[in-house]
Structures are given as structure tokens and as C-alpha cells.
């Protein structure tokens, strides 16, 4: 990431791994917001501030979900990668809480090589699918992995609607570009608005959702809201949060880490314990929660369902 004020690569250790520091703060801060309302709020009320509060019922349990613990919803919506709110792990809790705004509906555009694109009202785009829970393993390229509680459905649904013709080779993912809404992009951090891309057959991968909420609940802003991308074999920036558009296309499309730093980011970014980024290893990650750290799996562990994919390519040249 070719970000001069602080890329993610350039963050000292001390910053990525201080996580439990970075919540006991926050804990404190809710401690003393808490006790500050405590006086007018019941006891139950004040202390179910930052507890789910599920809007999806009855979601079914995905086979391909891990059976690992959860990590917390208090860290899974309080330490966030958004650019667009800011480059610190904490800005986007704080700036994204009326983040999108409820007054400008949420239209995601389906276009390029496909024969039924469509420009759909974000209700209408989602209504067709079936909403189901998805616990996967998602691990960050800074080094820490959370265990998340998705609710979503899969791309491949979405794709077959699309109906994509025969020149579409890979699927390309937009950001909304407002920086009204989104502070971080009045500053020229990354090549705005961001963009993602999958080939086809690893969009096309049972493995790889769209999601709408975590922890049974609507996507809060700092997580993408109202519809992002999971892909859980690859580095957490592939999933990319606040879609507006999809798009199919013939030629492998520019990615936004990939404009940044070519050299540090690549297309593919399939979480890889035997490719190291060129300035830190990828061998090991710390699951936040943990104290010590734990041996990176190769594909995130989703090798079985994904490794395929990949026989017949040099994973160190296509990283
Ligand atoms: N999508 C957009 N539009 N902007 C971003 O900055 N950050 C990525 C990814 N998607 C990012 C994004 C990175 S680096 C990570 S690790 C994940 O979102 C973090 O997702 P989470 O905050 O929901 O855990």
C-alpha cells in the first residue's frame, strides 16, 4: 500500500497486536458512557449498548461454517479495516455509526458481459435470495484473524441471475464513492472509489458470499453495511465492504491495493503461509482474543473446497 502517512505494512507490531489494550480502552469509555446514563437508563438497558440485537430470525447454520468460537461482537464491530472512514483500526466505529445514510436509497448496479444486468434497489436486489449464517475464519493480511458470524447468501446466486455471457472472465467489485459520507476519501489515500475482483470460477465458489449482516443483525456501517463481499480464503482486503456495483468483465481488473503497491498486493492474495509479504512473514497470525499466536493454514483452512482452483498456477508468482 503506497499510503505515505501509515500503510498497513508500516505499522509497528506494537500497533497491530495491541488490541486488547485498544479494548480495554474501550471498554473503559463505555464504562464511563454507561455510568453517565446509568442514572436515567434501567441497569439492563445501559449495559445492552453493545450486545446484538438480531433483525434476521431463523437463519439456517451453513455446513461450510467453522465450528470454532466466535470472536466477540464488540471487536468484530469495533476494530475494522475501512479506508473510507478513516485508516485506523478504530475511526470507522466512530464514523460510520449513520453511515449509509437511510434518506439516499442504496442501488447496486449488475452490468458488463452478462445478458439480464440490472440496476436494482438494494431490498430488490437481495429479496430472491435465501439468508443463512456463515461462521468463517477471516484473516487480515496485517497478521490477526477474527472468527465472524456472517449472515449472507452466495455470489454464485446473485451471478446466475446476471446471467453472464462468455467473455466474462472475472467479476468486478465497486465501492460507493461519496465523500460526503465517507471522510477517508477526501484524502487521496487510495485510488478512489475501491475496487475489488475475483475470476469467475473463484466468484462462482460455493465459498464465496455476499453479506448483509453479522451476528444476526444488519451490517453496522463500519462493516460494510448495507452489502459486502467474504471471500475466506483470501487476505481480508479482497472482501470488499459498501458494493455499488458488480460487474462482469474480460480482462483482469485493476484492483485498488493492487494500484497501490503492486509489489506488496497481488491479484489472487489467497492466504498463504509460505509467501511472505516483502516486509513480514504471513507464517503466523494472532486470532484476536488470543495471547499467543498461531500457525497460518494454508487457503485460511478452506483448502478442500478451494485449492482446485489453483493446480496448475506458481502461487508464489500469482500471490
Ligand atoms: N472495503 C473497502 N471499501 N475499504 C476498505 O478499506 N478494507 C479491507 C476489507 N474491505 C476495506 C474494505 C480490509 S484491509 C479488511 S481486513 C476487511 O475489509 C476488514 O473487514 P472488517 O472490518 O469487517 O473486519
Request: hydrophobic share 35%; with cysteine.
Amino acid at each position: 500500500m503506497l499510503i505515505r502517512i501509515k500503510r498497513l505494512g508500516e505499522m509497528p507490531s506494537s500497533e497491530i497486536t495491541d488490541h486488547q489494550v485498544y479494548l480495554n480502552r474501550r471498554q473503559f469509555l463505555n464504562g464511563v458512557a454507561i455510568a453517565a446514563t446509568a442514572t436515567v437508563l434501567p441497569g439492563s438497558l445501559a449495559s445492552a449498548a453493545t450486545d446484538p440485537v438480531p433483525t434476521f430470525n431463523n437463519l439456517t447454520k451453513s455446513p461450510f461454517s467453522t465450528s470454532e468460537t466466535p470472536t466477540p461482537f464488540e471487536s468484530v464491530t469495533s476494530y475494522n479495516n475501512f479506508y473510507e472512514f478513516g485508516t485506523d483500526k478504530s475511526s470507522p466505529a466512530l464514523l460510520a455509526t449513520e453511515f449509509p445514510d437511510k434518506t439516499k436509497p442504496w442501488r447496486v448496479t449488475i452490468d458488463g458481459e452478462c445478458d439480464n444486468p440490472g440496476d436494482y434497489d438494494y431490498d430488490d436486489l437481495i429479496r430472491p435470495f435465501t439468508l443463512e449464517e456463515r461462521i468463517y475464519n477471516f484473516r487480515c493480511v496485517e497478521g490477526w484473524s477474527m472468527v465472524i458470524p456472517w449472515v449472507g447468501f452466495p455470489l454464485a446466486d446473485l451471478i446466475k441471475r446476471a446471467q453472464p455471457n462468455s467473455r466474462a472472465k472475472f467479476v468486478e467489485f465497486t465501492t460507493l464513492y461519496d465523500p460526503e459520507q465517507m471522510p477517508g476519501q477526501r484524502r487521496g489515500v487510495l485510488d478512489w472509489p475501491y475496487t475489488e475482483g475475483l475470476r469467475m470460477d473463484e466468484a462462482m465458489n460455493p465459498l464465496t458470499i455476499l453479506s448483509v449482516g453479522v451476528y444476526g443483525q444488519e451490517l453496522p456501517g463500519q462493516n460494510g453495511a448495507p452489502i459486502r463481499l467474504v471471500v475466506p480464503w483470501k487476505y481480508g482486503f479482497k472482501s470488499i465492504k459498501s458494493i455499488v456495483r458488480i460487474r462482469f468483465v474480460e480482462q483482469l481488473p485493476a484492483t485498488a491495493w493492487v494500484k497501490a503497491g503492486p509489489r506488496e498486493y497481488g491479484f489472487y492474495s489467497n492466504v498463504n503461509p509460505n509467501v511472505d509479504h516483502p516486509r513480514w512473514s504471513q507464517s503466523r497470525e494472532r486470532r484476536i482474543g488470543d495471547f499467543l499466536k498461531r500457525e497460518t493454514e494454508m487457503f485460511n483452512g478452506y483448502s478442500e473446497h478451494v485449492a482446485h482452483m489453483y493446480t496448475n498456477m506458481d502461487l508464489k508468482k500469482n500471490f
